[in-house]
């Protein structure tokens, strides 16, 4: 099973700042405090579906950042909540995080997952108000956005097979329109082994190529290498059927072959009859005979579609990638018909905090530690006051005394030095 990997960081946008204000207003001399909240940063989901085909868009925008809220204001004036933000992964997606532990399987259609989330926006000082307080000279600063640097997995099904006689020109398709590497060569069964690649034919356009050893006469009967891989394709969308132009001369022949192969995969699986397919003649640069013109209409007359392409020259490309990726779009349009289950989960740290003593240093961490050192304005002793009060309810004094804290003693908050100070924790 090929699997595919990308790395992507994910970042929720921060809180606004609340703000720090009062009224002033003509012959009011001490208006009360009118500093409004900062609006909360955008989230950032991760949504399966089942027309996003491949992770390969990821390589070329691997970072999702969300927006900022917006600052508060005086006048109680609250900032904007930012927009969140929806990444799209194709359906069976899994999600690991930097210590490659799993977060999430993105395993159904149309699930939403809250990946990183938005900072809460910072409280302006109206909010401190209370009985004793009418003038809070404090504000919080709006919470960081959650940030993710995660790894996407998928494994990759193939959604096109290529079947045909060995030497067709197989896996040379597969190398010029992916960045697969198969084996090339001019002798028969070159490849012994399906080899993947994704096709992207532009932002949001990609699909899985599926290339299979060449299939012989008596191939559903086990002869050759092919018959061990028909099993592969069975769960493709749809086929293209190659035969090459290089070594034909008549129209008979031609018709044979075609029927050989199609006799083969029906010989294999009923499956095979009713997926599209699409016969492509390959080696038109070097065809045996020029009458392959005239084949391909009495083709199409006969209700085939056929594309003439060369590998070596590039010619007809362009238009058979065109549409295989219309026609798949057709089909996964109808397997969507089925409404998505949505649903959201949250993704929550498991532990508050851990207080320790290392040498004569205390420290203190987790994330919502990290999160209250970033709401706080330092440099503001009520804010400062009320930090210690926070550490006081989560229970973090308490941990801290047990292990004998004292006035003076460093002691971390994540990455805030403090040193220790009774009186402000009261
Ligand atoms: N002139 C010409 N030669 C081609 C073209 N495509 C493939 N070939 C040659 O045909 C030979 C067979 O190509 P492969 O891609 O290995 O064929 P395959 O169908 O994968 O063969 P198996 O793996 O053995 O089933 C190689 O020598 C290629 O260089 C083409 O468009 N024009
Ligand atoms: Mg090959």
């Not at 394709?233 to 018709?255: G, P, Q, S």
């Not at 009320?386 to 003076?408: A, D, H, P, S, T």
């Amino acid at each position: 099973m090929i699997v595919d990997e990308v790395t992507i960081t994910v970042e929720g946008g921060s809180g606004g700042n609340g703000c720090l204000s009062f009224r002033r207003e003509k012959f009011i001399p001490r208006g009360g405090p009118d500093g409004g909240n900062g609006g909360r940063g955008g989230n950032v989901f991760l949504e399966a579906r089942t027309d996003v085909g491949t992770l390969v868009d990821f390589i070329y925008q691997p970072i999702y950042g969300a927006k900022h809220g917006v600052h508060g204001k005086g006048k109680n004036m609250h900032g904007q909540n930012a927009e969140d933000v929806t990444v799209r992964v194709p359906v069976g997606t899994m999600v690991y995080d930097e210590n490659h532990d799993l977060i999430v399987d993105m395993d159904r259609d149309g699930m939403r997952f809250l990946i990183a989330k938005g900072g809460r926006g910072g409280r302006g000082n109206t909010t401190f108000t209370t009985a004793t307080q009418q003038a809070p000279k404090l504000a919080e600063i709006g919470e960081p956005g959650e940030k993710k640097i995660l790894r996407l997995e998928l494994k990759l099904l193939a959604d096109v097979g290529i079947v045909g006689f060995p030497n067709a020109g197989k896996s040379t398709l597969l190398s010029r329109v992916t960045h697969a590497t198969p084996k090339i060569a001019d002798y028969p069964f070159t490849t012994l082994e399906p080899q993947l690649g994704v096709v992207r034919l532009s932002e949001g356009r990609s699909f899985v190529l599926a290339d299979i050893p060449g299939l012989i006469e008596g191939a559903s009967q086990g002869k050759g290498l092919g018959v061990k891989f028909l099993k592969h394709l069975e769960r493709t969308k749809l086929l293209i059927h190659m035969v090459e132009l290089a070594t034909l001369t008549t129209f008979a022949e031609l018709e044979k072959r075609i029927k050989t192969i199609r006799n083969e995969l029906k010989q294999h699986s009923e499956k095979f009859l009713s997926m599209p397919q699409i016969l492509v003649l390959s080696k038109a640069d070097s065809a045996a005979s020029p009458s392959y013109t005239d084949w391909v209409k009495k083709l199409e007359k006969k209700g085939t579609r056929v594309f003439v392409i060369s590998a070596v020259t590039g010619a007809g490309l362009q238009g058979l990638l065109e549409e295989l990726w219309k026609d798949l779009s057709k089909i996964r349009e109808e397997e969507k018909s089925k409404p998505p289950v949505v649903e959201e989960k949250i993704y929550q740290a498991k532990v508050r905090y851990k207080v320790e003593k290392v040498g004569e240093a205390f420290y203190v961490t987790g994330p919502e530690i990290k999160k209250w050192v970033a709401m706080t304005n330092f440099d503001n002793f009520d804010a400062t006051e009320r930090f210690y009060r926070i550490l006081k309810r989560m229970g973090v004094i308490k941990e801290l005394k047990k292990l004998g804290v004292k006035r003076g003693d460093k002691v971390f908050c994540e990455d805030l030095e403090l040193d220790f100070e009774d009186s402000l924790e009261a």
